[in-house]
């Protein structure tokens, strides 16, 4: 049974995995700044109330991990922050905002967790087609699709900085996924995919990806976007 850290688990994408992995017999620290009583009450979730645009907020992964695991065996970043606006209508404090939870979120996590990620660890990370180079992009999304952008190229960066501990990196270029989120920024657009279909998904890549993957970007859409 593997520790698996999954943030955005509030609703969506990272709800549904939690439960997942948690059915599955695995233990899972459920990080995100709302947390349905749901994982509160699974014996195999363990659930912090974290900001992650907020770098100190991080302390309490901290010492979780310092007192409780010890080791863990994968992290699967999936929260995020999505701004919908005309680009000459989106201040830098809008940047700000979703880079804080997309970009540096994800950074600061990873730091955090190094000293207990080893050999077979496995780091995913949730992007989205709009960061992928050459894909069709939704107008409006300058910060959040520039965001994803970033996340791909910070993943592929660690993979090859800790290739020798036998740490792997790999990101997930997700297409439109029936999401609250999706709903919020695009209301009546109907998505191919659901939340919890996409969830078994990232469920098995999480546990065997990385015998075949790392530093790599898989698009997983059946539409374009």
Same mark, same amino acid.
């Given at each position: 049974?593997?520790?698996?850290?999954?943030?955005?688990?509030?609703?969506?994408?990272?709800?549904?995995?939690?439960?997942?992995?948690?059915?599955?017999?695995?233990?899972?620290?459920?990080?995100?700044?709302?947390? +349905?009583?749901?994982?509160?009450?699974? /014996?195999?979730?363990?659930?912090?109330?974290?900001?992650?645009?907020?770098?100190?907020?991080?302390?309490?992964?901290?010492?979780?991990?310092?007192?409780?695991?010890? /080791?863990?065996?994968?992290?699967?970043?999936?929260?995020?922050?999505?701004?919908?606006?005309?680009?000459?209508?989106?201040?830098?404090?809008?940047?700000?905002?979703?880079?804080?939870?997309?970009?540096?979120?994800?950074?600061?996590?990873?730091?955090?967790?190094?000293?207990?990620?080893?050999?077979?660890?496995?780091?995913?990370?949730?992007?989205?087609?709009?960061?992928?180079?050459?894909?069709? /992009?939704?107008?409006?999304?300058?910060?959040?699709?520039?965001?994803?952008?970033?996340?791909?190229?910070?993943?592929?960066?660690?993979?090859?900085?800790?290739?020798?501990?036998?740490?792997?990196?790999?990101?997930?270029?997700?297409?439109?996924?029936?999401?609250?989120?999706?709903?919020?920024?695009? +209301?009546?657009?109907?998505?191919?995919? /659901?939340?919890?279909?996409?969830?078994?998904?990232?469920?098995?890549?999480?546990?065997?990806?990385?015998?075949?993957?790392?530093?790599?970007?898989?698009?997983?859409?059946?539409?374009? +976007?």
């Amino acid at each position: 049974m593997k520790n698996i850290i999954i943030t955005g688990t509030s609703r969506g994408i990272g709800y549904e995995l939690a439960l997942q992995f948690a059915n599955a017999g695995h233990q899972v620290l459920a990080v995100s700044r709302k947390t +349905p009583r749901i994982l509160i009450e699974h /014996k195999n979730i363990s659930c912090l109330s974290v900001d992650l645009s907020d770098e100190s907020d991080l302390e309490k992964v901290k010492v979780f991990l310092s007192t409780s695991w010890k /080791k863990v065996d994968a992290i699967i970043h999936n929260a995020g922050s999505l701004v919908l606006k005309p680009f000459s209508e989106t201040t830098q404090k809008d940047f700000e905002d979703v880079y804080k939870v997309n970009v540096f979120g994800v950074a600061n996590l990873t730091r955090v967790a190094l000293p207990y990620l080893g050999k077979g660890s496995h780091v995913v990370t949730i992007s989205s087609m709009g960061g992928i180079q050459g894909s069709l /992009k939704f107008a409006g999304l300058a910060a959040y699709s520039s965001s994803k952008g970033a996340v791909i190229t910070l993943s592929e960066l660690l993979a090859e900085e800790y290739k020798e501990r036998g740490i792997s990196f790999n990101v997930l270029a997700l297409g439109a996924v029936q999401t609250e989120m999706l709903q919020e920024a695009f +209301p009546g657009y109907e998505a191919p995919i /659901k939340a919890d279909e996409i969830a078994d998904y990232i469920f098995n890549f999480t546990l065997t990806g990385n015998k075949y993957f790392n530093g790599k970007v898989l698009q997983v859409s059946s539409t374009n +976007p």
